[in-house]
T-cell receptor, first 109, second 113 residues
Framework: QQPVQSPQAVILREGEDAVINCSSS?????VHWYRQKHGEAPVFLMI?????EQKGHEKISASFNEKKQQSSLYLTASQLSYSGTYFC??????????FGKGTRLSVIA | DGGITQSPKYLFRKEGQNVTLSCEQN?????MYWYRQDPGQGLRLIYY???????QKGDIAEGYSVSREKKESFPLTVTSAQKNPTAFYLC????????????FGDGTRLSIL
């Protein structure tokens, strides 16, 4: 079951914040976040394991609520380099990742 | 430098033709994956392999075939049975555990002539 990402697209000005959500109808063991620039390979951002942890990566952080089967990616003080499509990948434990359809983020000056 | 190499970067297929996409990794990863990416669809799993000489179908395996004869190689063949092969194909590898990331190649863009 493909996780649902929201919003599908968002446009930000430099310095603004954004939140990208990832929801699953199945119980999750972990959530992975990746960012992809157009025509390039997805780049790993972070993994969250069940336990409700929150992780950070520069000005990008994420949370994982296993009870709600949701994860959120937080981008603060966005930079032009943050533009791209963000994908969440969910794992039920010992199964391949299932990726959402992605959220297209555009940061403008 | 360790990484995943996909080739070719661009590939064109004629009607009725099989084509093979190459994927090689030198990261010593056990697991390898093939994804298809269409606009607005995210990454959809075609096949994956957790160990040499074994592989499993993903969500959209019809019209594709794979082999895993060596740990570092996982080629994907797009057969003539795949009627809509135009897409961006991504290969990935990883340690096949939930707490480790997947590493992606740069992709192959396949088009119909």
């Amino acid at each position: 079951q493909q996780p649902v990402q929201s919003p599908q697209a968002v446009i930000l000005r430099e310095g603004e914040d954004a939140v990208i959500n990832c929801s699953s109808s199945k119980a999750l063991y972990s959530v992975h976040w990746y960012r992809q620039k157009h025509g390039e390979a997805p780049v790993f951002l972070m993994i969250l394991l069940k336990g409700g942890e929150q992780k950070g990566h520069e000005k990008i952080s994420a949370s994982f609520n296993e009870k709600k089967q949701q994860s959120s990616l937080y981008l603060t003080a966005s930079q032009l380099s943050y533009s791209g499509t963000y994908f969440c990948g969910t794992d039920k434990g010992n199964t391949p990742l299932v990726f959402g359809k992605g959220t297209r983020l555009s940061v403008i000056a | 430098d360790g990484g995943i190499t996909q080739s070719p970067k661009y590939l064109f297929r004629k009607e009725g033709q099989n084509v093979t996409l190459s994927c090689e990794q030198n990261l010593n990863h056990d697991a390898m994956y093939w994804y298809r990416q269409d606009p607005g669809q995210g990454l959809r799993l075609i096949y994956y392999s957790q160990i040499v000489n074994d592989f499993q179908k993903g969500d959209i395996a019809e019209g594709y075939s794979v082999s895993r004869e060596k740990k570092e190689s996982f080629p994907l063949t797009v057969t003539s049975a795949q009627k809509n092969p135009t897409a961006f194909y991504l290969c990935a590898s990883g340690w096949d555990t939930a707490n480790q990331p997947q590493h992606f190649g740069d992709g192959t863009r396949l088009s119909i002539l």
